[in-house]
């Protein structure tokens, strides 16, 4: 894991935190930076990690932090799931309001407005949902509906904080730098929202519908398979592992349980 990098020194702490993780988004992050730029924001930083990208993604990443000292990285060698990646990014964050999304473009940025919004506006976590008013989940075949509305079902029936949104298992979302808990360096998965739900329970939450966008390049790090399933059940298991955790020793963390892998 290389250490984080930046542009140059940073006057002034940012109110928001963007965390991407990559892997070969070369042509996606592009974009996504552009669109990310255009959006009537406070002052913001773009954390980037990536792990092992060979497609011209690091490259990108590189240059334009040399040019713009808001952009941020970590490269690590090898696949992590982007819930060690997305806790990394968050780990590394200085903005009083996270935002975690996906840099394949599945993920408007134009929405990051209206997630910051409900920020101000109290809220310590705010989702994208696929559900919400103003929402769709774009097309999507049949198994991947079934998985997806499986894992929100198990999310929903094991862990009670998964309950307070209609979206749980959703990969765009923001919250307070506050409630954050580092998690445990072993852990693996891909749906780091169940972990910031269990950090925030008994807060106020909020949702905020955004057209799921259909993937146009590049491949899904997420595979809909047995082998998803059975590491989305270790997920939900360990974020009630959590739970209890916090409700036990207040202000503790993740970082405390034994190393068990998820892998």
Known sequence: MNAMKSGGT????????IVLATLNEGRNIREVVQRIERQKLPSYEIIVVDDGSTDGTREYVRERSTQDSRIRYLFHDGKQTTLRAHGLGIDATRGRFVVVMDA???HPPETIPSLVHELELGASVVVASRYAKGGSAGPRTLVRFAYSRGAEWIAKALLVPARQVRDPISGYFGFRRTVWVPLNPQYRGYKILLFVLVMAEGQRTAEVGFG????????????QSLAFIRLFLIEVLLARRLRRLLKTHPGGGASSFPRNSAE
Not at 212 to 223: C, D, H, L, Q
């Open 104 to 106: 394949d473009l599945q």
């Open 10 to 17: 940073v006057e002034s702490l940012p109110e928001i935190s």
């Open 212 to 223: 799921f966008e259909p993937r146009t390049e590049g491949t899904s790090k997420a595979t």
